[in-house]
């Protein structure tokens, strides 16, 4: 099976270094295969055909842990999972200068289209849609900081979530994509 592993706040502001070359070799000794990385916020693409999808958050933050002395968050999708997500991601959505996207990948405790509740979505200014282990949302750059989703960090909900901005979702999607080619 074709998993991808999303750490939540390493190599951000200084803080969390973790060396990609050295998690994928924590990883590998946690016995996940096929091991690739991608840029250094976190996104890692392994398979693992010995332990639920339930089972590998905790592995994986125990072998961080082990490795490193650090206590990360890991949220775990499948490539069905994200293949999900990418069907809902409305092509037209990019990063750049003009626009801002995100997709919000939600921990198990919180993945409910009743989080929606819970932000401050403004419908004249932020575009926000809820799949199954995510929350959709872009925003004209323009507008950006008129946004009601300034207000989610800090909130309890943001310590709840890892988010990445729709390319590099769409990314970790294409090597997802070749590794299922390549097997």
């Known amino acids: 099976m074709i998993y991808i592993a999303l750490l939540r706040g390493i190599n951000v502001g200084g803080n969390n270094k973790i060396d990609m070359k050295l998690l994928k070799q924590a990883f590998e000794q946690a016995g996940m295969n096929n091991v690739k ?4 916020s976190g ?12 089972e590998l958050p905790r ?3 125990e072998a961080i842990l082990a490795s490193f002395g650090l206590q990360i968050k890991v949220v775990v999708r ?4 994200m293949q999900k997500v990418i069907s809902s991601l409305p092509d037209s ?7 801002k996207s995100d997709v919000m990948f939600l921990w198990e405790e919180v993945d409910n289209e009743s989080v ?3 932000l401050l979505i403004k419908p004249d200014i932020d575009t926000v849609i809820y799949v199954a282990g995510a929350i ?4 004209d750059r323009k507008n950006a900081a008129k946004s ?26 294409e090597l997802m994509q070749a590794q299922a080619a390549a097997e």
């Open 37 to 40: 990385t991608y840029i250094n």
């Open 148 to 173: 009601g989703m300034q207000k989610l960090p800090g909130s309890k909900l943001y310590q709840n979530m890892t988010i990445r901005n729709v390319n590099t979702t769409r990314k970790v999607y």
């Open 136 to 139: 959709l949302w872009s925003v």
């Open 93 to 99: 959505w990019t990063n750049d200068d003009r626009m």
């Open 43 to 54: 996104n890692i693409i392994f398979t693992d055909n010995s332990h639920s999808k339930a």
């Open 78 to 81: 499948s490539f069905d999972d």
């Open 116 to 118: 929606l509740d819970k």
């Open 59 to 61: 592995i994986l933050e």
